[in-house]
Nanobody, 114 residues
Framework: VQFVESGGGLVQPGGSLRLSCVAS????????MSWYRQAPGKERELVAA????????NYADSVKGRFTISRDNAQNTVYLQMNSLKPEDTAVYYC????????WGQGAHVTVSS
């Protein structure tokens, strides 16, 4: 099982980024997926989760209305569209299965700063 995240970078407050995660080593379309993040000095936290069918499981309260999780089962890819970014969104973002965590990928570094 492998997850490869991409799309991170430096963005100003109020800006947007779209993260992608390509998964391999399992039947992607059979599994719920999720995005987590880990800010410096803090524990990893769940940001958003999506069912195998594409319906939303949940969002963290801190990102509701700003972030959107989606997936493309044909491409084995899960996305995280992040809008109205805030400095407190600065973190390394990881994708993983939801409810049964696998080994973590390298993550996508997101820095929100002016």
């Amino acid at each position: 099982v492998q997850f490869v995240e991409s799309g991170g970078g430096l963005v100003q407050p109020g800006g947007s980024l779209r993260l992608s995660c390509v998964a391999s080593g399992f039947t992607f379309s059979n599994y719920h997926m999720s995005w987590y993040r880990q800010a410096p000095g803090k524990e990893r936290e769940l940001v958003a989760a999506i069912r195998s069918t594409g319906s939303i499981i949940n969002y963290a309260d801190s990102v509701k209305g700003r972030f959107t999780i989606s997936r493309d089962n044909a491409q084995n890819t899960v996305y995280l569209q992040m809008n109205s970014l805030k400095p407190e969104d600065t973190a390394v973002y990881y994708c993983n299965q939801y409810g049964f965590l696998r080994a973590w990928g390298q993550g996508a570094h997101v820095t929100v700063s002016s």
